[in-house]
């Protein structure tokens, strides 16, 4: 997700948060770069209060293999 143009994100971002008004059961994972918080609030200011960004750090290289 975080090699998406800003434009292309902003539907997606748009049902979600009409998804979290209405209190729809609807969850959406996704993993991305450090980068990923910040295209995501390019794409909608209100991104940033949208998702729980929760990072996980750098694998050990034994995990990478």
């Known amino acids: 997700m975080q090699f998406a143009e800003p434009e292309d994100l902003s539907g997606l971002l748009s049902a979600l948060h009409q998804v979290g008004q209405e209190k729809l059961p609807v969850a959406i994972v996704c993993a991305g770069l450090p980068q990923l918080p910040a295209t995501l609030t390019k794409a909608s200011s209100y991104a940033e209060r ?3 960004y929760i990072e996980i750090g750098r694998l050990t290289p034994e995990a990478a293999r």
């Open 50 to 52: 949208l998702f729980n």
